[in-house]
């Protein structure tokens, strides 16, 4: 079993980070670049934006005209109060009172019913934009070249697809309708206050500039902090996802303590940004409550000076005083929304930077795979033989590490071609150019005498049959599994398949047989019964190219035998490229390519390889060599 792969970030040793981690927090790279690149993804919903922007509107105008309305309805009260105790009128029109009181309850639930429609609409709209955004990163990731997955932790990819869309869809959600409703309501109230009182307004006006200094400090000093919380929330998250894949490993050299260490420092950076966050977010409440309270008791001693003067009616004030109250609630709405704005900043940047990062080379399709059996159509069609010519290849993960150097091979269709070498030789890297996994940085690599480069890589993959060392099932039935080999194959030929595996036999003994669903690990059946239910699928695919990467390394010698005879019937009028340790299983090869450093040193059958006495005569004969 392989230890788990670390890839989070770059580490040093044990116990501390390496020299290209970043362990502070900042600032959003691109603030004004990733809210425009958010726009835009939304221009397609533009229709029922502007819906909500409308709706948002008039709920929020009606709402405002009510406390002018209640004004109206207690100066009426107020006046026949004062009538009937100075003798001079009817009294309390309590008419008059339930007309204005009816046309407040109508302005209300006017309001509500707005409200509710753009909200409705909005929902849809967040909701649609998170189930499009997860869709482009699905389709990103079956795009991306494999060394972008060989540098970044699946636990990393995966936070931005479920942590950051989740947080771009409850911000937008909620950004959008408060930043409508909060302008619209700032605007009617201040519009209220002047024709109430322009001396009470400009009291009230003096909370703003207060109020925003206030803000614009907050935000400055919690924004790196709301970046830091996103960041190393997915470190985090990778680090658990590739701490449970390799919780074997971790137990059997007993190394828990030092993995809740790490997770502890990872835990700890996040804690420490989330609470900041957190912590200087929930400081603008208690400040704006606290400056528009100095607010309201100016307004309420120039409003009660005004009234003695009858420059204002008990309505008037009341109405006011009301709309004071409000008035600070734009003000706080668009502080909670300066943090809620931080937050979509900082998720949408995650989102869009690998929504942007380099995709697989474009492909340049000069020729197309004919369908099995059929002749060729014309100079862009091949009916693929399975002669493969490696010419001068020249490879290196790192471009400025080249560990691939002139690599030159010609095998013919049908030969059995068998890759020898120590570990880090380069075998599976050649396997992994020769399927365009990654593409070489000199020379070509041909089939038939095409370029692999000019296939697309739908039908170059349709070519090959791969078994890996390192097995592969997914959570489904074991039918499904073989069957993924070749989706529309019948029960029948999956049958067929597994009997060729020698993997029927104990497929029958399971409870469930083919039909038994295997577990997210694939742990309810044994590692070796996972090798040939692999090799059953690669059977089912009936590729013109074969690949086995130490495909029998997983299973006992008497298993291996009844493998290695469907191998030599699956193998029959194929190409077939087997990497082996086991030089015994591979003494039948109509050529042998012996690899060291990159190169291949040596190359022909096992018998002509042995008489000569050099690199695979020594690597053959230290196999059987007694200890």
């Known amino acids: 079993m392989r230890e788990p792969k670390h890839a989070p970030m770059k580490r040093g040793p044990i116990g501390g980070h390496g020299p290209g981690v970043n362990m502070g927090f900042d600032k959003a790279k691109n603030f004004k670049g990733s809210m425009k690149k958010l726009l835009a993804y939304l221009g397609k919903f533009r229709l029922r934006i502007l819906i909500v922007m409308i709706f948002a509107v008039l709920s929020t105008a009606f709402s405002i005209l009510g ?13 026949g109060i004062m009538n009937k105790i100075a003798g001079s009128g009817d009294g309390i029109h309590f008419g008059r009172i339930g007309q204005i009181l009816l046309t407040l309850l109508g302005l209300y639930v006017t309001s509500a019913g707005f409200s509710y429609i753009q909200g409705y609409i909005m929902t849809g709209v967040s909701m649609k934009v998170t189930q499009n955004l997860r869709a482009d990163i699905i389709r990103k990731i079956n795009r991306m070249p494999l060394n972008y997955f060989d540098t970044t932790s699946h636990g990393e990819v995966l936070s ?10 409850n911000t937008l959600n909620q950004s959008v309708t408060q930043i409508i409703t909060s302008v619209t309501m700032f605007l009617g109230i201040l519009i209220m206050m002047f024709s109430i009182s322009w001396q009470m307004t400009l009291v009230a ?9 206030f803000v614009l400090q907050i935000v400055k000093h919690s924004q790196k902090y709301f970046k830091g919380q996103q960041e190393y929330l997915g470190h985090v998250n990778g680090h ?5 894949g390799g919780h074997v490993v971790i137990k059997a050299f007993n190394r828990e303590n030092i993995s809740t260490e790490e997770f502890d420092r990872y835990n700890n950076k996040l804690y420490q940004s989330a609470w900041k966050s957190q912590f200087l977010s929930g400081m603008m409440m208690p400040v704006m409550n606290f400056v528009s309270n100095l607010g309201y008791v100016a307004v309420c001693i120039l409003g009660g000076w005004l009234a003695t003067t009858g420059s204002l009616t008990v309505g008037g004030i009341q109405a006011f005083i009301q709309y004071v109250r409000q008035f600070t609630q734009p003000i706080n709405q668009i502080a909670n929304i300066s943090n809620i704005l931080q937050q979509t900043a900082a998720a949408s940047e995650r989102v869009f930077e690998f929504l942007a990062e380099e995709e697989e080379t474009p492909e340049q399709v000069l020729v197309h795979v004919t369908p099995n059996g059929d002749q060729d159509h014309d100079d862009s069609t091949v009916n693929v033989k399975g002669s493969v010519q490696f010419a001068h290849v020249h490879f290196g993960y790192n471009p400025e590490k080249i560990i691939i150097n002139d690599f030159s091979a010609t095998v013919q269709p049908g030969q059995k071609i068998a890759i020898v070498g120590p570990t880090g030789a380069g075998k599976t890297t050649m396997v992994k150019l020769l399927m365009r996994f990654y593409d070489v940085n000199e020379g070509a690599i041909l089939i038939d005498g095409y370029d692999i480069r000019n296939f697309s890589r739908d039908e170059l993959g349709s070519l090959f049959g791969m078994v890996l060392q390192d097995t592969w099932l997914y959570n489904g039935t074991i039918r499904e599994n073989i069957r993924y080999g070749r989706l529309d194959a019948a029960d029948e030929e999956v049958t067929a398949a597994a009997r060729a595996a020698q993997v029927d036999h104990f497929v029958r003994t399971l409870p469930g047989g083919y039909d038994m669903i295997l577990n997210e690990e694939a742990s309810n059946v044994s590692q070796g019964q996972k090798q040939l239910l692999t090799i059953a699928r690669a059977i089912l695919s009936d590729p013109k190219i074969l690949i086995l990467d130490e495909a029998t390394s997983s299973v006992d010698t008497r298993t291996e035998v009844l493998i290695q005879k469907a191998m030599d019937n699956l193998m029959k009028g ?36 042995m008489e000569k006495g050099g690199f695979y005569a020594n690597l053959y004969n230290s196999q059987f060599a007694k200890a």
């Open 240 to 244: 658990v996802e590739e701490q449970y």
């Open 205 to 213: 006006l003096c909370i703003i500039p207060v109020s925003l200094l």
């Open 67 to 79: 406390p002018n309305i209640l004004g109206e309805a207690t100066t009426e009260m107020f006046n």
């Open 160 to 169: 931005r697809m479920t942590n950051d869309v989740d947080t771009l869809s």
């Open 574 to 609: 194929r190409t077939s490229f087997v990497i082996a340790h086991r030089l015994s299983t591979i003494r039948d090869a109509d050529l042998i390519l012996c690899m060291n450093n990159g190169d291949i040193v040596e190359q022909g059958t096992h018998d002509e390889l």
